[in-house]
Each structure stands twice: as C-alpha cells, then as structure tokens.
C-alpha cells in the first residue's frame, strides 16, 4: 500500500477526539509530501537538524512535532516555528524553551514527558519530580512556555497487560494533574501523548488523545 492509503486507512480508525502525528523522522521529503497531499498537516521529527530542514523545504501550514530528546543548546534551531515539543523532562530545558520562545515573541506548547516504562535508558520524569517542576517558583513565572499535556512511551515488549497497565498509570498521572487546582499555570493541560504503531490501539483504550505513528505509515526505517 502505498503512504497515502496507509495514512487514510489508519486516520478512519482513529476516534475523532486523538490526533495523528505522522512519525517522518528519515524519511525524505517526497515521502513527507504524499501524506501532505492525502491531508495530514502534523508531522513528529527526532532530530532538530532534519526538522529545520524540513520545515524550510515544506509548506508552511505544517505542525511540527519535535517527538525526540532535546538537547537544550539546541533549542534555538526550533524555536521560531516548532509548534508542539513532546519530549520535555526537565527544568533546565524548560527554562530554555521559555528563553528562546521569548526571544521570539511566542509561546511554545510542549507536554511533559513522564518515566513509565520498566527500561532504564528511556528518558522522563518521576511523579515527584512531575509535581515539583509544576509547583516551583521558576515554572510558575514562566511566561512564553505553556504545559498542554503529557507524553510517554511505555516498556518495548510483547507483553499487552505491561504495556496496558504503564498506559493505565500514564492516564492517571494525567486525570490527576489536570483536577489539581494548586497547580494553576496548568489549566491548559489537555493532551496525553502515547502510542505508536505498534500499541496505539491500546493507548487510545487507555485514554490516549495524540498517537505517534511512524512506520505503519511510511514503511520500516533503517
Ligand atoms: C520513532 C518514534 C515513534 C514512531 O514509532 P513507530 O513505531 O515507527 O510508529 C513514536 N514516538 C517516538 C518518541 C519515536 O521516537
């Protein structure tokens, strides 16, 4: 099947409350084209460097994504025109976003990304720092950055109950900052960020409203 039939087959199966995120990182612009041409407008890129690029190349009604770890002396290559940051787990990047989206005149949107899986190397946030981060003073005078939900990536595994049950967790860590009304910088918290094309049914069964799904749509990547 060809990019543009992949994209509509999954984007008919979506519930009309989750938002697609078409996962392009290494794929080259003729790819990134034909699921523009077939409609999608968001795309989720890895790699600061291939973003700008892209986003340079490619019309300008596009949302980027940028889905991966951010470096913070990297920031500034996206700042003018990323539209959501997914990958944000800690203060001092926080800090930075804030820096550079006010050096341009703007409010970045990013989401949290929190520790969920059993694995080690995944990066994220505990609870107790989720809570700390949202309630310190730093955070709270923050004016060009804005927390509009959390993202997570759960254990690489077979096994559907693991996976179930750090989804599950993932949506209560979110049910929960959303009715904590202390924390008052993040009423706008409104998107939860998980599954790719491998568990994305079963995040949307846990609550998910964003799902990032790359190869399902574009083919295997090197
Ligand atoms: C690559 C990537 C995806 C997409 O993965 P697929 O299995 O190709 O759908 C989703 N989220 C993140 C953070 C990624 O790095």
């Not at 700008?52 to 596009?62: R, V």
């Amino acid at each position: 099947m060809s990019i543009a039939q992949n994209l509509l087959k999954i984007k008919s199966t979506l519930p009309e409350h989750v938002t697609l995120v078409a996962v392009s990182k290494t794929k080259p612009v003729t790819d990134l084209m034909e699921a523009y041409e077939a409609g999608q407008r968001i795309f989720g890129e890895n790699k600061i460097q291939e973003m700008a690029e892209k986003w340079e190349q490619m019309p300008k009604d596009i949302q980027w994504h940028m889905i991966g770890h951010v470096q913070t002396n990297k920031v500034k290559f996206m700042a003018q025109f990323v539209s959501l940051i997914h990958g944000v787990d800690s203060l001092k990047l926080v800090q930075e976003i804030n820096k550079q989206a006010q050096k341009n005149d703007r409010i970045i949107d990013c989401l949290l990304q929190m520790h969920i899986a059993e694995e080690e190397t995944k990066f994220g946030l505990d609870e107790e720092e989720l809570t700390s981060l949202l309630s310190s003073n730093e955070f709270q005078k923050m004016k060009n950055i804005r927390i509009v939900g959390l993202m997570g990536m759960a254990t690489f595994t077979d096994n559907k109950e693991q996976i179930k049950k750090e989804f599950t967790h993932l949506k209560s860590i979110f049910d929960s900052i959303r009715s904590t009304d202390a924390i008052n910088r993040v009423s706008t918290v409104s998107m939860l960020s998980m599954g790719m094309s491998g568990d994305y049914q079963l995040a949307i069964e846990c609550g998910s409203t964003m799902v990032r799904i790359g190869s399902s749509i574009f083919g295997g990547r090197k």
